[in-house]
Nanobody
């Protein structure tokens, strides 16, 4: 299984970024997909996840600002991030699972830096 995350970068507060995660080696449409993030000195936290049926869940800290979506034809999951804040600065990881947590499959991470 390979998960390739991309789309990170440097953005000013209030700006937007879209992250992508291309998956291979798994039955993508059957997997629950997620985005996690890890800020410097902090534990990795769940940002958003989306079921195989397309139902999303979000952390309270990003609800209303971030949108997770998936394109099963492209084996890709996205994270649209709007109204970014400096506290959103972190390495963002995509993850995949078929069954209950924990997530067994992880991408390499993409860095998002939000300047004030």
């Amino acid at each position: 299984v390979q998960l390739q995350a991309s789309g990170g970068g440097l953005v000013q507060a209030g700006g937007s970024l879209r992250l992508s995660c291309a998956a291979s080696g798994l039955t993508f449409g059957s997997n629950i997909m997620a985005w996690y993030r890890q800020a410097p000195g902090k534990q990795r936290e769940l940002v958003a996840e989306i079921t195989s049926g397309g139902n999303p869940n979000y952390a309270d800290s990003v609800e209303g600002r971030f949108t997770i979506s998936r394109d099963n034809a492209k084996n890709t999951v996205y994270l649209q991030m709007n109204s970014l804040k400096p506290e959103d600065t972190a390495v963002y990881y995509c993850a995949a699972r078929l069954g209950p947590r924990p997530y067994p499959y992880w991408g390499q991470g993409t860095l998002v830096t939000v300047s004030s």
